[in-house]
Nanobody, 121 residues
Framework: EVQLVESGGGLVQAGGSLRLSCAAS????????IGWFRQAPGKEREGVSC????????YYANSVKGRFTISKDNAKNTVYLQMNSLKPEDTAVYYC??????????????WGQGTQVTVSS
């Protein structure tokens, strides 16, 4: 069964850091482009970061560029999102998903439970 499970969220003060994990099972990370998304209350889900299957390039939304870093550990079949210098506007539920490619909003499969990130001011 193909599955992605997010973890690592929590409550942190502004300026703090968190590292989110996206544990994959049922498939090999190298076979898919993986993206992190987030959805804040009352807002649409938005793409945050992406790591390309084809060349390993990474992409970031302008709002997180320079603060967030996406990476993957093939041995653990896990993708990470290191989030530094967190801001209250980063508060959201964070999801990972297999993406068609980093330039597309199309994902494979369904959304998981996500992990809540709350940044206090």
């Amino acid at each position: 069964e193909v599955q992605l499970v997010e973890s690592g969220g929590g409550l942190v003060q502004a300026g703090g850091s968190l590292r989110l994990s996206c544990a994959a099972s049922g498939f090999t990370l190298d076979d898919y482009t993986i993206g992190w998304f987030r959805q804040a209350p009352g807002k649409e889900r938005e793409g945050v970061s992406c790591i390309s299957r084809s060349d390993g390039r990474t992409y970031y939304a302008n709002s997180v560029k320079g603060r967030f870093t996406i990476s993957k550990d093939n041995a653990k079949n896990t993708v990470y999102l290191q989030m530094n210098s967190l801001k209250p506007e980063d508060t959201a539920v964070y999801y990972c998903a297999r993406r068609l490619d980093c330039g597309s909003t199309i994902i494979y499969g369904s959304w998981g439970q996500g992990t809540q990130v709350t940044v206090s001011s």
